[in-house]
């Protein structure tokens, strides 16, 4: 798997968190339409003209080099990956950690931790073992939300395989709103280190789960995704399509399915955009509109 990424790649503030619930809400385009961009999605979107780069700042260098320990669980990011995939407990219940895996322009909640710098950036995009490592950060939280990833070159998630335990998994997202904060700061994160294309097959097996099995479908889950993780791509082609299939979803007669999902993602691969979908109401009956990218 990190293989196929690291040939993929030779080839190419915080905000507030909100109440889970249960209930299932369906918007309509209109109230979609007037949710606007957060301020500080905005700003990552942005690339954040207002910030400069600190050249003596390099400590998420420093970390994803396996030479610095990150503060204050004092581990390096090879001892997180080998001792914490699979550890839930750690995961959902420790908070210093998620700043140095996912390190972003902006300040999180560890003081501790540095605000990524432009020419880290760089540094780590060039580097071909930190990618991996990257990489590795992300499937150790796709594990703990219940999901895997298929492929590093499209994207494309699945849930999490047996022994895992994709339900159990998924009922804690649900229920630990904490967590959608860090999803806002994975998908800035990646997105910044050059491995944005991994965003749209988050968002998109997320809407599939939620569209077609009635998965991951709470009300505070589905207000962080509709505005924060779907607005959380810089490329603006991408942004609006999947802000279409959403609104799509929201309306309440359509499905957006597992084959539409695969096909979507691997029409980036071959012709570089998603392309169009059929639309589908709830019944399952055919109807003759398109989504357009």
């Not at 619930?21 to 957060?38: C, E, K, L």
């Not at 298929?150 to 895992?164: D, I, M, N």
Request: hydrophobic share 35%; charged share 25%.
């Amino acid at each position: 798997m990190l293989r196929t990424v690291a040939r993929y790649l030779s080839s190419t503030t915080r905000k507030r968190d909100v109440a889970p619930s249960s209930t299932v809400i369906h918007y309509t385009s209109s109230f979609m339409n007037s949710m606007a961009i957060p301020q500080d999605v905005r700003e990552f979107i942005d690339e954040y003209p207002d910030i400069g780069d600190d050249p003596e700042a390099s400590e998420n260098l420093d970390f994803y080099s396996n030479i610095l320990r990150c503060r204050p669980d004092n581990r390096l990011i090879d001892e997180i990956h080998e001792q914490w995939f699979g550890d839930f407990r750690s995961l959902e219940y420790k908070h210093g950690f998620i700043q140095w895996l996912f390190p972003i322009r902006e300040y999180g909640m560890n003081w501790e931790s540095q605000p990524l710098q432009p020419h880290e950036i760089e540094a780590m995009k060039a580097n071909v073992t930190v990618m991996k490592r990257i990489v590795g950060s992300y499937e150790l939280m796709l594990d703990f939300y219940g999901m895997r990833l298929v492929s590093g070159e499209t994207g494309l998630l699945s849930r999490a395989l047996p022994p895992g335990n994709y339900e159990a998994r998924y009922r804690n997202l649900v229920t630990s709103s904490h967590n959608y904060l860090r999803i806002s700061r994975i998908l800035k994160s990646l997105s910044e280190l050059g491995l944005e294309h991994l965003n749209a097959g988050f968002l998109l097996h997320v809407l599939n789960e939620q569209s077609e099995s009635n998965e991951l479908y709470a009300r505070g889950l589905q207000t962080s995704m509709d505005r924060w993780w779907a607005n959380c791509l810089r490329n603006a082609e991408e942004r609006s399509w999947i802000g279409n299939v959403i609104r799509q979803v929201r309306g309440g007669n359509f499905i957006f399915t597992r084959e539409m999902y695969e096909k979507a993602l691997q029409n980036r691969k071959q012709v570089g955009m998603f392309g169009t979908l059929e639309r589908r109401n709830s019944g399952r009956k055919e109807i003759s509109d398109k989504i357009d990218r």
